[in-house]
């Protein structure tokens, strides 16, 4: 029975793809070496590496890069399938991009204009939701943005546990309010990787374009600074005017 479980993993995977928000500096892809195999319901070892990528808000582009990944178990017996994070994690790793113009909005080598933006999972591991559907996956995430600057202190974010930025990244297409317009996602290229025994998804592309942001919290003394960070990121912004595209390396194997 395990072992029919296994096989229906590999082959939804084999036409699936999802996204996350990255760590440190990423391992090796694919990287299955805190998958969570002890646990009986876990089917399958997947970890999802961002390649490339972008977050508009209104217009303000912050680039993603390789900063994104999600890895862990995964059991696709049930609907939506469920997630499992390495022991001791929640599964969802970021690692700091650097946000364009800094605090200035100016790209000046200036002491203290440097920001730096670390996506981090809004809730536990159980937030992370994957649905899959003829033949599309959409990965459902709530998440938020610390920001850290010298000037904003240690507590400044975008989104909250409470009031997170709600993200539905799919590989088919978008129904986005106006402004936007629907776009579309991609599943990868299939391969077989033979060192480590596991299905491997290139240049898988996710979107989103129907997702709202809101504004900064805790930023600066008493949040003083919360204008300031709203005025350069253009926050809050209402659904219909942000975008989220990335390509992504997904590798899964049999747990």
Do not use: W
Not at 5 to 25: C, D, E, N, P, R
Not at 28 to 40: E, M, V
Not at 87 to 106: A, E
Request: hydrophobic residues 40%; charged residues 15%; proline residues 9%.
């Amino acid at each position: 029975m395990r072992r029919k479980h296994s096989l229906a993993l590999v082959a939804t995977i084999a036409t699936m793809a999802s996204i996350v928000v990255g760590g440190a500096a990423q391992a090796a892809f694919p990287n299955f070496s805190d998958c969570p195999t002890s646990i009986p319901a876990v089917r399958g070892c997947i970890d999802i590496q961002s390649v490339s990528g972008s977050l508009e808000i209104k217009g303000f582009t912050v680039p993603l890069g390789d900063s994104l990944e999600i890895r862990g178990g995964l059991d696709n017996s049930v609907r939506p399938a469920i997630f499992y994070p390495p022991t001791g994690t929640n599964g969802f790793f970021s690692r700091s991009i650097r946000i364009p113009g800094g605090l200035l909005g100016l790209e000046l080598p200036i002491p203290g204009n440097t920001v730096l933006g670390t996506a981090q999972l809004a809730g536990p591991a159980s937030a992370i939701r994957m649905e899959i559907e003829f033949g599309t996956t959409t990965v459902s995430l709530p998440v938020k943005v610390k920001l850290d600057n010298p000037l904003l202190g240690s507590s400044c974010y975008i989104g909250t546990n409470s009031n997170p930025v709600r993200v539905n990244l799919t590989t088919g297409t978008t129904s986005p309010p106006p402004p936007n317009r629907p776009i579309s996602g991609r599943l990868g290229e299939l391969a077989f990787d033979e060192t480590t025994g596991a299905l491997i998804l290139r240049d898988t592309v996710n979107v989103d374009n129907a997702f709202a942001i809101p504004g900064a919290s805790g930023c600066g003394l008493l949040g003083i600074l919360n204008p300031v960070v709203n005025l350069k990121l253009g926050l809050p912004s209402a659904a219909g005017n942000n975008a989220m595209i990335v390509r992504n390396d997904v590798g899964l194997r049999e747990a």
